[in-house]
């Protein structure tokens, strides 16, 4: 029988507490968005060693869903209410990217009204 061998994990299931503690050291004060690739700085780790974790371990994996909301609820807020140092294009592309906000608008129309559906019934004259 042939074991795996390599590296041993560094995962420890209290990243999932320390979390809080990722997200008290950053936000609007501290101009640092809550991102998954500072909670791996924080952890020092690699973001990527933070993504296989998600999918072994379901606790971990919500940590990383926390981080996205908290994010989330950032970028709206501060795209609504932030004023003249937000970058309101970069806001508008990580809602798009990250959390799949999209603008929409009508390109089969052009905004004009559709004519009435012909149904195609025959007349029985």
Do not use: C
């Not at 994990?9 to 936000?27: H, M, N």
């Not at 690699?46 to 970028?75: G, M, N, V």
């Amino acid at each position: 029988m042939e074991t795996k061998r390599g590296r041993p994990t560094k995962y420890d299931p209290l990243f999932s507490e320390r979390v809080d503690r990722y997200l008290e050291t950053v936000g609007r004060e501290q101009t640092t968005l809550p991102t998954v690739e500072g909670y791996a700085v924080y952890l020092g780790v690699s973001r990527d060693s933070l993504y296989e974790w998600a999918k072994l371990y379901p606790d971990f994996s919500d940590t990383l869903k926390k981080i996205s909301t908290y994010q989330k609820i950032q970028l709206i807020n501060d795209g609504i209410y932030g004023g003249k140092e937000v970058n309101a294009t970069i806001v508008k592309l990580m809602l798009q990217n990250n959390h799949g906000m999209k603008e929409r608008s009508d390109v089969t129309t052009d905004d004009e009204k559709l004519p009435a559906p012909i149904y195609g019934a025959k007349s029985t004259k």
